[in-house]
T-cell receptor
Framework: GQQLNQSPQSMFIQEGEDVSMNCTSS?????WLWYKQDPGEGPVLLIA???AGELTSNGRLTAQFGITRKDSFLNISASIPSDVGIYFC??????????????WGLGTSLAVNP | NAGVTQTPKFRILKIGQSMTLQCTQD?????MYWYRQDPGMGLKLIYY???????DKGEVPNGYNVSRSTTEDFPLRLELAAPSQTSVYFC??????????????FGPGTRLTVL
């Protein structure tokens, strides 16, 4: 099935560093989403993007919807230990007739060294 | 609100056994989903439902069945468990209307091992 290319696959950083990850697709989307999954939990939505070029922040997190509608990135500034987890991108092309299925990336595993 | 609840949290099955994974949401969401997550992988959609009485296949439906008799419940049935079905199963729900995305809320997952 269709899948997004998410990179990097994993990151190990020092506390206080900034983090950047991205997703690319061969298809255009009208929705990009970024989720975080803590160990042993289900994913939780961090940021939703609905418009090409849109730049949205949620605290220390910033995400952008690429102009081509085929990519998105997520930045985390000044990382802290609780940022540890797996970050997933997900995309979809929603219209009035479709069924709201998301296409998921494989995730970026983030480890933060205090 | 409890949100999305899933039972059991863990289960070990023998090959060929059957079981039902339970999922309940109390948010009056119309859409519900079942995903599986294999180690180091993303989420793959097994089945979804757009409302009571309506279900449809996702990306990996083989070996599973679902039903949606009420808005709240969306059980996932494994009829003849196989080792390839060892995974973590997540149920999710959303209230979706119109053409825009609405957030999917996830349950805590069921960790299934088939030996």
């Amino acid at each position: 099935g269709q899948q997004l290319n998410q990179s990097p696959q994993s990151m190990f950083i020092q506390e206080g560093e900034d983090v950047s990850m991205n997703c690319t697709s061969s298809s255009i989307f009208n929705t990009w989403l970024w989720y975080k999954q803590d160990p042993g939990e289900g994913p939780v939505l961090l940021i939703a993007l609905y418009k090409a070029g849109e730049l949205t922040s949620n605290g220390r997190l910033t995400a952008q919807f690429g102009i081509t509608r085929k990519d998105s990135f997520l930045n985390i500034s000044a990382s802290i230990p609780s940022d540890v987890g797996i970050y997933f991108c997900a995309g979809a092309y929603y219209n009035a007739g479709n069924n709201r299925k998301l296409i998921w990336g494989l995730g970026t595993s983030l480890a933060v060294n205090p | 609100n409890a949100g999305v609840t899933q039972t059991p949290k863990f289960r070990i099955l023998k090959i060929g056994q059957s079981m039902t994974l339970q999922c309940t949401q109390d948010m009056n969401h119309n859409y519900m989903y079942w995903y599986r997550q294999d180690p180091g992988m993303g989420l793959k959609l097994i089945y979804y439902s757009v409302g009571a009485g309506i279900t449809d296949k996702g990306e990996v439906p083989n070996g599973y069945n679902v039903s949606r008799s009420t808005t709240e419940d969306f059980p996932l049935r494994l009829e003849l468990a196989a080792p390839s079905q060892t995974s973590v199963y997540f149920c999710a729900s959303s209230y979706s209307r119109g053409s825009s995305y609405n957030e999917q809320f996830f349950g805590p997952g069921t960790r299934l091992t088939v030996l």
